[in-house]
């Protein structure tokens, strides 16, 4: 028989007291040998690892807990759980003493919710949108490619077919490279007609996206040419509603604008593009439109290949580019391509608000974390005798501090849990009042409570308790012992370190409030100015829908204008519609494109590019949208294809290109060929891009007349502008009836009314600064009550020196005076450092001000008194209550 | 009567007590443990067993003599315990103590 493996149990031994040891290590090895024999030497030798490793177990903890004598215990199994008892004795005093105060309490709590739940749900959404990675496998290679044309100031346009064939056809930096626009179909055949919202891509677009339909096949390449792109690949979500998820409908046809498509294949569900379309379908170009390289309709996606980088891609393409504009110097001198990622193309300018959100949340947690820290220094100086006893009795001060951190990490997470449902209840209500352009960001479908967000809250949570509990938790345990124990009855302050610390807290909060309310003043001046902005017509009781005659029924003009002029028959005919019009681009709507423009028998001398915006429009579109003429005269019914080409153009570019002079009479070209029309007319601005941007030039044109640069493009594709002295919202039906009336097969866009569309334009702006005002709001509140409270407590401390004043004869003025000095003081070095701060970060804000500059001294007098009014209030009611100290009282 | 302290052992420590005294001269650790499993039916781990005694030998209930090593053993001793007089006097004690607390129970409780 051999003696039993010795490595286990001298490795073992260590960890047994050494009387102990040869009996332990005997008694194991005889049990090994015993069971060797019956069940086997791997179950016996699993056995023996086992069993040494708990008995080591055992006495190590034995040893670390209770040393020797061991007291009594039950078995061993509650000793091993001894490492978690000091720490679980710290959370049940901490919640003890938390439990003893809950007005203290409820205040810290509610404070650190609002400060983070807001940086919860904020941060939620910044995550979303700007950081975690777009839905597509490898989205970092995905990039958005537009087209620069410096000369206009446009840093990113859409692209030119020409330049991008070009493109796709030289570029080697590049997996895959495609073109897109959005488009829109009339469903008809399957149950009721709908209006479905779709996307025409190249092939390869799917390749771009990294994205594989989920049945049936991707575009070929061939199916890109005109007239074999008769095909289409169906989103899941659609093709769940419209066909009940039915697999036999890959291979089907389906009818949009009445044309036959066939289903090629449906999209994985977890398929995501910003617009949200129902189906994809080719983008065919015919020859002609191939050719095009003035005209910019395109967007551009690529996937750039993994072995190069972001750099070298960008490079290789803007070499591209100015090849291109050398060798058509007529349409590309001063274009090129610019490279960005598509994330980066999609956000947009939403990112610097998102920004400015998350830096101002930011702010409130640190003023939450500071009411908190004024707060536990209060009631640290209330604890300091039970600390100075600990103290003496030898408590570690190392002990101390681990005791008060553990208390403010139990209030940290205790704020972080009702924070989260602060922000969970947030988001949901965040999610309804988002407007539509939010809808378009990723990851904003998705917003919610998830492991990510749960993660940063938790960790926001300990980090604010590490914030706000170290300071106090210093600042209490350094206590000269003998003095606080003897100090007792003459109201211990703290010490002067504690009172310089909450001043200076109080000081903080004061600063970090101001420069909330300037960012949320600045913003709120701009959202007043910018609504102040007339548009440069009325937008109220005014309706809008887009119509896009297909080319097929109306490849010439005249039957355009006849259809339109049959639907403006029968809209003037219903009561309550007052005038009607088309235009080819109505404000707000984004569309739109420029033009070279020629002045016979003269050049412009302008540092911009002689440029205006065309319009096409109806006679009657100046009256209908209440654009005021300024000079000259209007279009009429007579001004039709065998009248002299005429063209009214806006004040803007009268401004522009004719100052001091009457452009009346003048004749001007647009685009090519050069095809000269009169100026008839000067009619007002229409700010038709936003209310932030400044009226461009533009040049109107009546519908009947010719009109060349883009066919009849412009003149298929227009929008109804309809005048109503009746309900806005009731003209859908109406202007419904009035289309199929005409031509039944014709669908009719989205109908909306200008002034939703000019709320709409702002909404971005108006939750920017509701949610500011709100942090705002929120971090005045808390400043005011830390203000509030550090005042109550020294009022408290001082109780007995104002006895003592009053006795010797001070009045009540003089004594509330003496308590505002010391208040005043921290008030006005609040603010004199919080407009300091401001002024430095209120540049971050440049972008998203209208009118109002970033240091505008209005705001921050504005905000600096508001705030000096409420830090008063906070300040005057504790203060007063010293004044009716009776000294008598105070002094016994 | 003497006031009775029916603290002065643990349950567990009286548990192992009796057990050794059941075994009388062959009270180790190995059949203390195979003792206690065989009357109460309760299986203890090893650490507990050597930690209680251990203690109780420090409260000076136990005292303890390392026999000669053995080839069984890989040529290690055994620890034997017995108890000294203040273990039987305690257990005593706690028996009186725990028979004047069970009388007239019997009908509360039933035949237990």
Known sequence: ?892 | MAPVDVSALGEFEQVVLLSILRLGDEAYAVSIRDELARCTGREVSRGSIYITLDRLETKGYLKSRLADPTPERGGRAKRYYTLRPRAVEALKDSRRALVALWRGLERVLGQA
Request: charged residues 20%; glycine residues 8%.
């Open chain 1, 1 to 892: 028989m051999t003696p039993g493996p010795p490595i286990v149990l001298r490795f073992f031994a260590r960890f047994v007291p050494s009387d102990l040891r040869e009996p332990i290590t005997g008694d194991l090895t005889e049990e090994y040998l015993e069971m060797r024999d019956r069940r086997g030497p791997a179950r016996a030798t699993l056995w023996l690892w086992g069993q040494a490793a708990r008995l080591a177990l055992t006495f190590r903890w034995e040893r670390a807990a209770h040393g020797r004598p061991l007291p009594p215990i039950g078995d061993e199994l509650r000793s091993m759980s001894h490492m978690w008892d000091s720490l679980r004795q710290d959370i049940a005093f901490g919640v003890r003493m938390l439990r003893r105060q809950p007005g203290f309490t409820v205040v810290a709590v509610i404070a650190l919710a609002l400060g983070i739940g807001a940086n919860t749900a904020i941060f939620s959404v910044v995550d979303a949108v700007l950081w975690r990675s777009l839905p597509y496998p490898g989205a970092d290679e995905i990039v958005s490619i537009g087209e620069q044309r410096t000369r206009e100031g446009r840093l990113s346009g859409p692209v030119s077919p020409a330049d991008f064939f070009d493109w796709r056809r030289e570029g080697r930096s590049f997996r895959a490279m495609a073109a897109y626009t959005e488009t829109a179909v009339n469903l008809t055949g399957v149950g009721e007609p709908e209006r479905l919202r779709g996307l025409s891509v190249s092939p390869g677009f799917l390749d771009v996206l990294g994205v594989h339909p989920a049945q049936g096949r991707d575009f070929r390449t061939e199916e890109e040419t005109d007239g074999r792109d008769r095909v289409v690949l169906l989103t899941d979500a659609f093709w769940r509603r419209r066909f009940g998820a039915d697999p036999a409908v890959v291979g089907r046809a389906v009818s949009f604008n009445g044309n036959p498509y066939e289903v090629i294949g449906i999209l994985p569900a977890a398929f995501w593009w910003p617009t949200r379309p129902d189906m994809i379908v080719p983008l065919a170009l015919d020859d002609h439109d191939r050719t095009l390289r003035a005209a910019h309709f395109l967007d551009v996606v690529a996937r750039r290949r993994p072995d190069v980088p972001f750099s070298q891609a960008r490079e290789e393409l803007s070499l591209i580019g100015a090849r291109l504009s050398s060798t058509y110097p007529e349409e590309n001198t001063g274009h090129g391509p610019n490279l960005r990622p598509l994330r980066q193309a999609l956000v947009g300018d939403m990112r610097t608000a998102l920004l400015v959100l998350l830096g101002a949340v930011g702010l409130v947690l640190l003023i939450a974390c500071a009411n908190v820290a004024t707060l536990l220094l209060a009631r640290a100086t209330s604890r300091q005798k039970e600390l100075a006893v600990r103290m003496a009795v030898g408590g570690a001060r190392i002990r101390l501090v681990q005791q008060l951190l553990t208390e403010s990490l139990v209030l940290a997470l205790a704020g972080g849990c009702a924070g989260l449902l602060l922000a969970a209840w947030g988001m949901a209500g965040l999610r309804h009042v988002l407007p539509a352009q939010f809808a378009a960001l990723p990851g904003i479908d998705q917003l919610g409570v998830d492991t990510r967000v749960l993660l940063s809250s938790l960790v926001l949570s300990l980090l604010t308790g590490a914030v706000f509990g170290v300071a106090p938790a210093l600042v209490a345990s350094d206590q000269r012992v003998g003095a606080t124990l003897s100090e007792e009855t003459r109201g211990a302050s703290g010490g002067a370190k504690g009172r310089r610390m909450r001043s200076a807290l109080v000081v903080a909060e004061l600063a970090l409030s101001l420069v909330l309310l300037v960012g949320a003043g600045l913003l709120m001046v701009s959202f007043r100015n910018l609504t102040e902005v007339s548009p440069g017509f009325r937008p109220q009781q005014l309706v809008t829908t887009r119509l896009t005659l297909p080319y097929s029924r109306y490849a010439d003009r005249p039957r355009a204008v006849a259809f339109y002029n049959a639907v403006f028959d029968r809209l003037r005919a219903v009561p309550g519609v007052d005038r009607v019009a088309a235009t080819s681009a109505p404000p707000f709507s984004g569309l739109g494109g420029r033009l070279n423009l020629e002045i016979e028998h003269r050049s412009v001398e302008s540092p911009l590019p002689v440029r205006a915006h065309p319009r096409i429009v109806s006679p009657d579109y100046f009256a209908t949208m209440g654009v005021p003429l300024v000079r000259g005269r209007v279009f009429t019914d007579r001004d039709n294809a065998d009248a002299p080409d005429v063209v009214v153009i806006n004040e803007a570019a009268a401004r522009s290109f004719w100052p001091g002079d009457d452009p009346i009479g003048d004749r001007i070209s647009l685009g090519d060929p050069v095809r000269w029309m009169e100026i008839v007319g000067i009619v007002g601005d229409i700010r038709h891009e936003g209310l932030d941007a400044e009226a461009n030039p533009e040049a109107y044109m009546p519908f009947q007349q010719g009109f060349v640069a883009f066919g009849t493009g412009l003149v298929r594709g227009m929008s109804l502008v309809v005048r109503t002295s009746a309900d806005a919202s009731a003209m859908a039906p109406i202007i419904r009836t009035a289309v199929a009336g005409v031509d039944d097969q014709q669908p009719v866009g989205l109908i909306r009314p200008m002034d939703a569309l000019i709320a709409q334009s702002v909404a971005p702006r108006r939750l920017n600064l509701l949610l500011l005002s709100a942090f705002a709001i929120v971090a005045v509140v808390l400043t005011a009550s830390g203000l509030y409270g550090v005042m109550a407590y020294l009022v408290t401390q001082r109780t007995r020196e104002i006895g003592v004043r009053m006795a010797l004869g001070a009045s009540r003025a003089s004594v509330l005076a003496l308590m505002l000095r010391q208040a005043g003081a921290m008030t006005l070095t609040g603010i004199g450092v919080g407009l300091v701060g401001a002024y430095a970060l209120a540049r971050y804000l440049s972008s998203l001000l209208f009118g109002v500059s970033a240091s505008d001294p209005t705001v921050y007098l504005a905000v600096s008194a508001l705030l000096a009014a409420v830090a008063f209030a906070a300040i005057v009611i504790p203060s007063s209550r010293a004044t009716r100290v009776d000294p008598l009282s105070a002094l016994r």
